[in-house]
């Protein structure tokens, strides 16, 4: 008990004191999540509202790939990603494996699915809502895609956020592609699973403190977000 | 500017359109919309009121039959208002400013139109307002104004006063009224007979998917040659049992 005390003292002080290392991984960590979320938003959303709206063969089956693409392994994701960026693998000559690319390439593919199937939902029942009066407007689907990605903005910030919780809560994948490189590809999810196998519980516990103090700032950040814009009205 | 060519009349020929299970909910539509008279279409619940609007309007196709306009450029030239209105989660401005974007309407026209029917339907200080903040009448009134900011030649509209009191009710009539001055055909449906003198020039009365009577407004309501129309003035109930015609208040059977 007294171990777990003392390091919980070393953790606090390790955060308060901005220790040098522990902010170079956080920054890491927010840099290579942040990237993925951005590009799977700007893969998913579309893909999303296509599959929402758009009718084409085999859109079905779409629909069912995005949704079991939701659960994906992290670790077999991590280990495509590693057969494909590896000097055998067909992206082996780019040199990409064991660098921060390589982290966010992993956690793109394991981000976008849950971006796009979450979309989907939100668009379809907006697009149930929406229909008459946009076809009545004049307004296509394909042109009904960009109405109905702005007026559902606040439904898909969570669609984001629960992207944005896959990526910083992976480990699997980017241990596996990034190599967990001290001062490289160390991420907070990779330090805490090393520090903890090494019995340095200080350190490990900071990092858990501030991946759960990151994910409890970004939840509450879109909730008041989401707040103030239904008090104006705009939901 | 270019004058947009007449779109109307509007030709129903031989046109049905069945639902589920391949029942048929409108049944053997041969009617003309002229431009001019206010069209008010009146008959009970389940009557195909609003399916004939979708119809005309193009949200639906006919399953069998032809619908035509005059212009192959309808689309752009008409107008629909709901019964809810549906209105962007964006300000009032904004929601008008999209309906001209979709109609290709020049940005440095916009403004002026917006203005001008914004001014008409007393929402300007509203302007940049939520519209999902309005209260349910000026939502209707905001509907209104988008479909007028189009300048369309014919104006749908799905009971667009069925819940709104007197007062908003008001408010709506007399918007409608101010668009027909304005050269633009309405087509409404309504519950509201009152409502179906005050604004009706002619009148379509439909029974369960039928038309039973195309009347001008003044005979329809004095002498309507259909047995179940001169029930449905006289405010009696029109219902009917599976497998058998169509029945009446056996109070007012005298």
């Known amino acids: 008990m007294n171990d777990i005390v003392q390091a919980l003292q070393t953790a606090i002080t390790l955060i308060v ?35 929402a709206l758009l009718r084409f063969p085999g859109r079905g089956a779409v629909q069912v790939t995005l949704n079991a693409l939701m659960g994906l392994p992290p670790v077999v994701v991590g280990l495509v990603v590693y057969l494909a960026l590896s000097r055998a693998g067909p992206f082996g000559v780019f040199g990409l494996l064991y660098t921060p690319t390589a982290m966010i390439i992993a956690q793109v593919i394991l981000v976008t699915p849950i971006i796009a199937a979450l979309t989907r939902q939100v668009i379809e029942d907006l697009w149930g809502e929406y229909e008459e009066q946009l076809t009545s407007l004049g307004a296509s689907r394909v042109r009904a895609m960009p109405t109905l990605i702005v007026d559902g903005r606040f439904s898909l910030l ?36 090393l520090e903890v196998s090494k019995g340095d519980l200080a350190l490990a516990l900071a990092l858990g403190i501030i991946l759960l103090a990151i994910s409890i700032t970004v939840g509450a950040t879109a909730q008041a977000f989401k707040d103030r814009q239904e008090s104006r009205g705009q939901r | 500017m270019n004058m947009p060519s007449p779109i109307l009349p509007l030709k129903f020929d031989s046109v049905w359109f069945y639902g589920h299970d391949d029942i048929p909910l409108i049944k053997d539509f041969n009617i003309e919309l002229n431009a001019g008279p206010r069209t008010i279409i009146v008959g009970p619940n389940g009557a195909g009121k609003s399916l004939l609007l979708r119809l005309c309007h193009g949200l639906l196709p006919p399953t069998k039959g032809q619908i035509t306009w005059t212009s192959t450029t309808a689309q752009h030239a008409q107008a629909m208002v709901f019964q809810r209105p549906v209105l962007l989660r964006r300000s009032v401005y904004a929601n008008i400013d999209y309906a001209l974007s979709l109609h290709h309407v020049e940005k440095s026209q916009r403004g002026a139109r ?141």
């Open chain 1, 17 to 51: 004191s901005l220790d040098a290392n522990l902010a170079e991984i956080i920054g890491l960590s927010l840099f290579v999540s942040l990237t993925a979320v951005m590009i799977a938003v700007f893969i998913g959303l579309p893909l999303g509202a296509a599959v």
């Open chain 1, 158 to 193: 969570t669609a984001v956020l629960a992207g944005f919780g896959r990526a910083t809560a992976e480990v699997g994948a980017v241990m596996m592609v990034g190599g967990n490189i001290d001062h490289v590809t160390r991420v907070m999810t990779t330090a805490i699973a």
């Open chain 2, 114 to 254: 917006i203005e001008d029917v914004l001014n008409k339907t007393g929402l300007s200080r509203h302007a940049n307002a939520p519209a999902r903040m309005l209260s349910f009448g000026e939502q209707q009134r905001l509907a209104i104004a988008r479909a007028w900011a189009l300048r369309p030649q014919i104006l749908f509209l799905d009971e667009p006063t069925a819940s709104l009191d007197p007062s908003a009710t008001h408010q709506i009539e007399q918007l409608i009224q101010a668009m027909h001055d304005q050269g633009t055909k309405i087509v409404m449906t309504t519950h509201d007979l009152g409502q179906a003198r005050r604004l009706g020039d002619e009148v379509l009365f439909l029974h369960r998917g039928r038309l039973l009577e195309q009347a001008p407004a003044e005979h329809f309501f004095t002498r309507p040659t259909n047995d179940l129309a001169q029930a449905f003035v006289t405010g009696e109930l029109l219902w009917w049992k599976r497998g058998e015609g169509p029945r009446r208040d056996p109070k007012h059977n005298r």
